[in-house]
């Protein structure tokens, strides 16, 4: 039998950065590692006048950044969360060869997947 602890396992599979906190579940814990991240995140929780608590812990990575957030603004904070995520992502294809290569590859085996049904009935 596998002895893993579950909550490890747990986070390998979650594809979010943030946790409900482990001590206290009226606040959600939201991490970043990245500081342009973390500081458009916490201008956005400024502007959004969100309060929060904001520590900074060094781990083996490099420093990781988190915000302890009251659930009571846990769907605002979301969108937040999505901003500041979304305005530093790197495109999925960086190179725009490649990206209307793969394009013209799906349209193509699309085209020919609807030609071939069509030519069956």
Known sequence: ???????????????????IHPSQKKFHVFHFARADQACFFENLLIEHKVEYERHNDNKDNGLVYYFAIHKKFFKEVEKLNNMAIGQYRSKFIANPSMRWIIIAIGALALTLAIIGYLKSH
């Open 1 to 19: 039998m596998n002895n893993e602890d579950p909550t490890k396992v747990e986070e390998l599979l979650d594809f979010t950065n943030y946790r």
